[in-house]
C-alpha cells in the first residue's frame, strides 16, 4: 500500500473554551475514500476546516496535520495557499453560497486554474470549459459564462467539483457534498464525485450525516461522536459488525427503503450533548442503553477490536464483540417501545377514534373520506429580477391533481423540490376556493365556506411544519404557543389541555413556562405536534416534519407520529422528500413530477414494484445503509435538472428525462410527446400516469 | 464562522430559562459600550432636571449687572451677551431636547411598526398605498417642511412641532419593517397561526410585531439621537422651538457668534448635546448586539 | 421592461408633482410675504402692496387656489414665478445650483469612497487599532450635529491660521471675489474655500458609510463564498478584495438612496454657515424673506434630486449586482 497522502493526528479545536473537536486523528491514501459521519454538533465539519486552515482566527487549533509528509498546521500564509487548491481541495455543503454571486462560473473556474497554473487568460477559460464538461454540464461553453444564480443546485455543486479538480489534487474533502440536493441530483453529483476521483486518482474525505451516502462509497468509516472519534474500520465492519453502542444506534434508527412492514425505528434517548458542557467520562454515557457506572469515569480510547483496522471507543466493545450484539439486541427494541405506552395514559380521544381504529380491519373503501383532492390547480405569476421586477411567465406549480385521504390513513406525497408538493399542501391548508379543481375537508367544499365555516373546519384540520424552531414563535412560552389555537376557538381550559398535550408528545408538563429555544430540536418537534393536535383535529398535514431532525432523534418523532395516529384515529397526509421516512409512515404514496401525480397507491406496492419510470429512477436513487447491497444495487440515474415548471414539456413531463422513453421507438415516441398521460389504476391499488407502465423492482 | 455557530446551536439549555428581556439586559450591562452609554445618560437626565434646583437663575432672567462674563462662582457657566445665566438656560435647552428626543422616538417607530407590519403582511393594494405615501414623504424635503411651518410652533405648540418631526423619521425605518414583515410572513409560526384560524390584526400584534421588538428598540434609541440632531439644526436656524423657551440649537447659534472671545457661551451647549447624543448611539448600539444572539460581544 | 420603465418614472412624475403642490400650497399659506412690506417706514398705502404682491402672485387676500393655478401654470412652461425682490426665480436659482452641485459632488466622492475604504478595512481587521479608533471617531463625529461641526471646524481654521499666522484656509465664501492671480493662484484660491466646508459636509458621511460597510463586509467575511475563494488557494487578502468586498459594494450603493436626503440637509447647512451662495443657502433665506416661489422651486428640485438619486442607486446597483439584472 501506498504511503498516506493525507495524516492528521490529535487534531484539537477550540473555540474559546469550547472544546469542538477533541483528538481526532486518521489517515487517507490515494484512491481511498474515508467517509466520516456523525450528527450536527459532532464536529465533523469543524475537524475538515481545520485540516484546510479555513477556521476563523479566533479558532485554537493543535495537533498535526501531514499533507504529503509536510507539516502544514501552522504554516505560513504562502506555504498554505501553494497547497490550498492544487494538493488539498474541498467541496462544501451549500452550493447557493459556495459561488461569489457576482462572478461568472467559468470566471472562478478559471481563477482557480490560473492560481496555481502559470497560463493565460484564455488558456484558464478554455480549461474552465473542458472542466465543466468533465463534471457533466451539458452546453459546458455557453454555461460558462452564466451567474451562479442562473445555475440549479446541482449544477452549481458540480461547478464547485470542478473547481476542486481543477488542479488534480492529491486530496478532495467533501463536507456534506450533496446534503442540499434532492436524491436523482445527489445521485448523479456522487457519480461525478466518482468520476472525478477516477480522472486524479485523489484520495477523498467524505463528511456526511447521511449512512446510506457513505455505505456505497466509503472504503473506510470514521463515526464521531462529541468531537471525538468514536469508531474507525472498514466500512463493512461498521455496517456489519458495529462495536461501539453510539454506531448501533445510529445505525438502527436510519429508516430504511428496503424494510418492508411497520416495525418501529430505534431512536437513541436524549439528545448530544453540548460541546460547552460534556458529560464526565465517555460523552455517550447518558444516553447509552449498555452504560454501566466506569463509563462516567473515563473517557474511553479508541483501541482495536476483532482485528487491527477496527477500532472502537467504549469499554464494553470487548463483550459487544465477543457476543456479537446487534443493534436490535442493545437497545431492546420492543421492550423500549412498549414501556413507554404503558407509562403514558390513554388521553380522551375522540369517540369515534377510539384506539381500536386501524389501517387494516376496515377495507379503505368502507372508511370516511377525510380529504379529497379533485383535478386540483395552482399557478402563479413568474417574476424576474428584484430591482426591475417584471413578469416572465407562469409557474405550473400544482396542474391537475387528485387524490383522497380516508380515516385512520396516511398519505404521503413524496417528489423532490419543485414538484409541487408543499403548493398543493399549502393550498390545502388556505381552505379556500382553488383555482380550478376541487378540495373538499371532512366533505366540505371549501369554495363554498364562508368565513365562520372556515374557521370552524379549521379546528379538524391542523398542520406540523418542517422547521420546528421556526414555527414555533420565540417569543411564546410553550404554555402559550399551545394555548393559542384553544383560546383562538374559543375554549376556555387552556390550563388543564396544556397539560395533557404535553404528557400526549412525551415532553414534561413541568416545561410549559419554557421558551421555545430552550429545547432541542426533537422536542420542538414535538412542542409543534402538540398545538396541532390542541383542538383535536381529525386531520393533520404534515410537511416534512422530521427532515430538519438528526436521524438518532428523528426515529422518535417518527414513532410519536405513527404511535399517535394510531391511538387517536388521525389522518395524516405526510408531506416529504424522504422516501424511506414514508416508507415508515405512509399507508399510501403519491409520488408527484412537476405538478403531476406520477405514480400512486399503496406503499408495499409502489416501493415493492414501482411502474412509473420516474419512481423507479428515485427509489434507485436512494442510497441504503447496507454496503453489500449498495454494491450490488443497478443505480438509474436521470439526465439533467428538473425543467422549469415555467415551461413544462408537451404531453408527459417526465419524458425529457425518461430513460424508457430513450428505449422506445420513434413511434412509440409520439404518444408521449403529444398525449398528457392522466392516473390510470393498474391493479388494486396502484395507479400509474406513463403510457408505457412496466413493473420493475429497484430497492 | 458559520460552521461553528452551527455545531454550538444545538444545544440543550438544562438551565432554568430566563425571560428574554433579562438576558438581553444582562448582555447589555456587560457590555462597557452599554455601560458607559447608560451612565452617561443618566447623568445627562440627572443634569437636565436637578441641575436647575442648584442655582437661583432661571432661563428667562437676565443679569443685568453681567453680560458675556466668564464662569463664576455667582454664574457657574458664565452669562450671555443678553445677561442669562448659561447653566439655567443650557440645562432647559438640554430638558427641551431631551423630551422632545424622547417622544419623536416614540412616535416615529409605533408608526413605522404599524405602517410597516400592515404593508408587509397584506401586500397588494394596502402595500401599494402605504408605501406610496412613504415614498413621497420621503420625497418632501422635511427640513423645507418643517422650517415653513415652523411659525406654527410658538406659543407652546411644540407638540405639534414633535408630531411634525416625527412624522418625517419613520419612512425608512418601516421600509425596514415591510421587509422583514415579508421574509417573517414565510416564517411557519406565522403561517401556523393563520392556518388555526387567528385573524390577521391580531397575528401582526401578537407576532410580528413582537418578533421584531429588537430591531424596533434600536431604532427607537437610534431615533432618539436623530430627533435631537434634526430638533438642533431646524433651532439653529430659528426654524425649531421658538423664543422665549430654548433649545441647545439656539443656544449653539448664539453662542457660535461669540465663541472665538466667549467660549464658555458655545462649548457648554455644543459638548452636552454631543455627549447626549453619544450616549444615546452608544446604548443603541450596545442593544443591538446584546439582542443580536449571533454577536460574539457581551457574555 | 420598457412598460416597467415608463410605469416607473410615471410614479416619479406623480410623486413629484404631488411633493412640490404641497409644498407650495403649505408655504402660500405659511409664509406671509406681505409682512415684508407692512412694516415699512413711512408705511405704503395697501392698495399699492396689494399691486405688488399681485404682481408677484404672492397677495394672500386672492384664493390659495388660484394662485396654486397661476404657479402650476407657469411651472408647467419652465417658469417658476419672481422672487419676492421681483427677480426671476429661474435666473437666480440657476446661478446657485452650480455652487450646490460641486458642494455636493465633492461631499459623495470623499464621503462615499473614504467612508467604504474605511469601513472595509476596518471589518478585515476587526477588533484591532483602526477598527477601534475610527469606530469611536465614528460614533463621536455621528453625535455632532453639522451645525456644530461646521462652527468648530470655522474656530479651529481661525486658531490654525493665527497659529501658523497666515490664511491658509478660508472660512467664508467660494472664492475670493475679485482676486487677480491668474488662473493657478485663482484655482489655490478656490481649494483653499473648499477644504473645511468639504470636510463638514463629507466627514458625517464617512462616518456613516464606514459603519455601515464594516457590518455589510463583516457579513461576507464568513460567506461561503469566500472559504471558496480561498479553498482554490487565493490568499486571504485576495479573497478579501476580489470576493468580499466586491459583493459587500451592493448594499452600500443601495444605500447611498437613503442617505441622499441628509446630504441635502447638510449641504444646506454647509452653504449657509460658509457663506456659500447655493440653493441651501437660498432655501434658509427664502423663507426668512416669504419668498413662496423660490421655496416651491426648491422643494421641486429637492424632490427631484431624491428621486435621480434612487434612480442611479437602482441603475449602480443593477450595474453591480448580475442577480438583479434583467435577463
Known sequence: MSDPVLQVADLDVRFGDVRAVRGVGYEVRAGEVLGIVGESGSGKSVTALAVMGLLPPHARVTGSVRLRGTEILGAKEKTLTAFRGRTISMVFQDPLSALTPVYRVGDQIAEAVRVHQKVTAEQAMVRAVELLDLVGIPNPGQRARAFPHEFSGGMRQRAVIAMAVANDPDVIICDEPTTALDVTIQAQVLDVLKKAQKETGAAIVMITHDLGVVAGFADRVLVMYAGRAVEVGQVDDIYYRPRMPYTMGLLGSVPRLDAGGRRPLVPIEGNPPSPAELPPGCPFTPRCPMAIEACAEAEPPLEPVNGPGHLAACIRAEEIARENLSPAEVYDVAGEVRGRHAATPEPAAEPAAGPAVRAAPTPREGREVVLSVADLVKHYPLTKGAVFRRRVGTVHAVDGITFDIRRGETLGLVGESGCGKTTTLTEILELTKPQRGTIAVLGRDVAALGARDRTALRRDMQVVFQDPLASLDPRMTVYDILAEPLRTQGRRDAGTRVRELLDLVGLDPGHAARYPQDFSGGQRQRIGIARALALEPKLVLLDEPVSALDVSIQAGVVNLLEDLRRRLGLSYLFVAHDLAVVRHLADRVAVMYLGRIAEIGDVERVYGAPMHPYTQALLSAIPLPDPVKERSRRRILLEGDLPSPAHPPSGCRFRTRCPKFKALTDGERVRCVEVEPEVRPLDVDQGVACHYAEKLEVV | MSIADEELAEQVVKIKAPSRGRVVARRFFTMRQGQLGFALLALMFLLAFAGPHFTHWTYTDKDFAAFLRPPSAEHYWGTLQTGADVFAVTLRGMQKSLIVGLLVAVVATTLAAVVGAFAGYFLGWTDRVLMWVVDLLLVLPSFLILAIMSPLFAGGAWVLFVIMLALFLWMITSKVVRGMTVSLKEREFISAARYMGVPAPTIIFRHVIPNMSSLLVVDATLNVSSAILTETTLSYFGFGIQPPDVSLGSLIADGSKTAVFAPWTFWFAAGLLILTVLSVNLIGDSLRDAFDPTSKRGS | ?327
Open chain 3, 1 to 327: 421592461m420598457a412598460g416597467f420603465l415608463v410605469r416607473r418614472l410615471l410614479n416619479y412624475v406623480v410623486l413629484v408633482v404631488v411633493a412640490t403642490s404641497l409644498a407650495y400650497m403649505l408655504a402660500a399659506s405659511a409664509l406671509d410675504p406681505r409682512a415684508n412690506y407692512e412694516g415699512r417706514n413711512p408705511p405704503l398705502p395697501p392698495a399699492v402692496i396689494d399691486a405688488r404682491l399681485d404682481e408677484l402672485n404672492l397677495n394672500n387676500r386672492t384664493p390659495l387656489l388660484a394662485r396654486y393655478v397661476t404657479w402650476a401654470g407657469g411651472v408647467v412652461s419652465g417658469d417658476f414665478g419672481l422672487t419676492v425682490g421681483g427677480d426671476s426665480v429661474n435666473d437666480d436659482l440657476r446661478r446657485r445650483a452650480g455652487v450646490t452641485f460641486r458642494l455636493i459632488i465633492l461631499g459623495v466622492f470623499f464621503g462615499g469612497f473614504l467612508g467604504v475604504a474605511v469601513g472595509a478595512y476596518a471589518a478585515v481587521r476587526q477588533y484591532g487599532w483602526f477598527d477601534r479608533l475610527t469606530t469611536i471617531g465614528s460614533f463621536v463625529v455621528l453625535a455632532v450635529p453639522v451645525v456644530v461641526i461646521a462652527n468648530v471646524l470655522i474656530l479651529a481654521g481661525v486658531w490654525f491660521n493665527g497659529l501658523v499666522g497666515e490664511r491658509i484656509v478660508y472660512v467664508s465664501g467660494e472664492y475670493t471675489p475679485g482676486l487677480d492671480a491668474g488662473l493657478p493662484g485663482q484655482a489655490l484660491d478656490r481649494v483653499q474655500h473648499l477644504i473645511l466646508p468639504t470636510i463638514s459636509l463629507s466627514i458625517g458621511l464617512i462616518a456613516i458609510f464606514s459603519r455601515y460597510q464594516r457590518n455589510m463586509m463583516l457579513d461576507v467575511l464568513g460567506a461561503d463564498f469566500v472559504r471558496t475563494a480561498m479553498a482554490k488557494g487565493l490568499s486571504r487578502r485576495a479573497a478579501l478584495t476580489r470576493h468580499a468586498l466586491r459583493t459587500a459594494l451592493i448594499p452600500a450603493v443601495t444605500y447611498f438612496a437613503f442617505t441622499f436626503g441628509s446630504l441635502l440637509v447638510g449641504a444646506t447647512i454647509t452653504e449657509k454657515i460658509f457663506g456659500w451662495h447655493g440653493l441651501g443657502e437660498q432655501l434658509i433665506d427664502s423663507i426668512n424673506t416669504n419668498d413662496v416661489n423660490t421655496v416651491a422651486a426648491i422643494a421641486l428640485l429637492t424632490a427631484l434630486s431624491v428621486l435621480v438619486a434612487s434612480l442611479l442607486s437602482d441603475v449602480l446597483t443593477a450595474a453591480l449586482d448580475p442577480r438583479v439584472r434583467v435577463g
